[in-house]
C-alpha cells in the first residue's frame, strides 16, 4: 500500500514538474517570439523606406515561406478541407495584418502603434467573457493609448497612421484564435507553413510592384534576415508556444509586448519617451494583464 501510494506521488510529481516545464518553455518563447517582432520591426524602417510598407510586408512573408516550405516540406495533396480553410483564413489574416502594422509603423511611433494593436485582442477578449466590470481594462488601455498618443508638446498620431493600427489589432485578435486553432488541427510546422504561403500570395498584388524592381543582391540578403525575424521565428515560437502553456498564461506573457516595443523604438529608432508616455505604456500592459487575469475568475 505504501509502495502504492509512493508511485502515485511520484507521478503527480513528475507530471508537475513537467507542466511547469511546459509552462517555463513556453514562457521562454513567448519572450523571444516578442524581441524578435519589435526588434525586427524596428530594424525594418530602412525596408519600409526602400520598398514601401506593402513591397517591404511581400518580401519578408515570401522569403518566411520559401524558408520555411524547403525546411518543412508540407504534403500539400494529403489536407483535409477543414485544413485547406484554416490556412486560408490565417494567411490571409496574417498577410493583412503585416501589411497594416508596416503602414502604421511608418507613419507613428512603434510603441503607440503596438499600443493601439493592443486594443483589438484586448477589447474581444473582454467582451468574449461577457459585459460588466472588465469592461473596465480596454477604457485603461485606451487611456494609455491617449498618453502615448501625446509627446508633451502636441499629438503625435497621424489619423491614417492610427488607422492602420487599429486594422492591425483587428487582425490580431484573429490570428491569436486562429493560431491555436491552426497548431491542433496540423502536426508540427506545416500549419503555419501552409499559413504563410498563402499569406505571401495574398500580398502579392499589393507588394510585388513596388518591390521588385528595387530588389537587389545586397536587398535579397537583409529581407532573408528580416524574415527569419518576423515573421518565420516569432510565428513559429508562438505556435510551439500556445501547444506548451494556456492561452491565458500566453496572454499574460504577451502582455508585456507594448513595453518591448518601446524599448526597441527607444535603441533602434532613437524614438525617446515622456514620462507621461512612459505610464500610457504600463496603462497598457496593466490593462492586458488584467483583462487575462480577469479571464481567469
Not at 518563447?29 to 530594424?43: D, H, N, R, T
Not at 505556435?239 to 499574460?252: K, V
Request: charged share 10%; aromatic share 8%.
Amino acid at each position: 500500500m505504501e509502495d502504492r501510494t509512493n508511485a502515485e506521488a511520484g507521478t503527480i510529481a513528475a507530471q508537475t514538474s513537467s507542466a511547469f516545464g511546459g509552462v517555463a518553455a513556453g514562457g521562454l518563447m513567448c519572450l523571444m517570439s516578442m524581441s524578435s517582432i519589435q526588434f525586427g520591426a524596428a530594424l525594418s524602417s530602412s525596408a519600409i523606406s526602400a520598398y514601401g510598407p506593402a513591397g517591404a510586408s511581400w518580401l519578408r512573408l515570401a522569403f518566411a515561406a520559401i524558408i520555411l516550405a524547403v525546411v518543412v516540406r508540407p504534403r500539400m495533396s494529403s489536407y483535409n478541407r477543414d485544413q485547406w480553410k484554416s490556412a486560408l483564413v490565417l494567411g490571409t489574416t496574417t498577410a493583412l495584418m503585416t501589411m497594416s502594422f508596416f503602414s502604421a509603423i511608418e507613419r507613428i511611433p512603434l510603441g503607440l502603434a503596438v499600443a493601439i494593436d493592443f486594443l483589438g485582442p484586448l477589447t474581444v477578449a473582454t467582451i468574449g467573457y461577457g459585459f460588466g466590470r472588465r469592461l473596465v481594462w480596454p477604457l485603461v488601455a485606451a487611456l494609455g493609448v491617449l498618453a502615448l498618443a501625446h509627446d508633451g508638446e502636441g499629438w503625435v498620431g497621424d489619423p491614417l497612421g492610427v488607422f492602420f493600427a487599429f486594422g492591425a489589432g483587428t487582425g490580431w485578435a484573429i490570428y491569436i484564435v486562429l493560431t491555436k486553432k491552426i497548431g491542433a488541427s496540423f502536426k508540427g510546422l506545416d500549419g503555419l507553413a501552409m499559413s504563410l504561403m498563402v499569406a505571401a500570395l495574398v500580398a502579392t498584388p499589393f507588394g510585388f510592384a513596388g518591390a521588385v524592381p528595387k530588389l537587389d543582391a545586397s536587398g535579397v540578403i537583409e529581407m532573408a534576415g528580416l524574415a527569419i525575424l518576423v515573421p518565420l521565428l516569432p510565428y513559429t515560437l508562438e505556435l510551439i508556444a500556445l501547444r506548451r502553456m494556456p492561452t491565458t498564461s500566453f496572454g499574460i506573457l504577451m502582455s508585456l509586448e507594448p513595453a518591448v516595443a518601446a524599448l526597441a523604438g527607444f535603441i533602434i529608432l532613437m524614438q525617446p519617451m515622456t514620462l507621461l508616455q512612459m505610464a500610457g505604456t504600463a496603462l497598457v500592459v496593466a490593462a492586458s494583464t488584467g483583462a487575462t487575469f480577469s479571464a481567469r475568475q
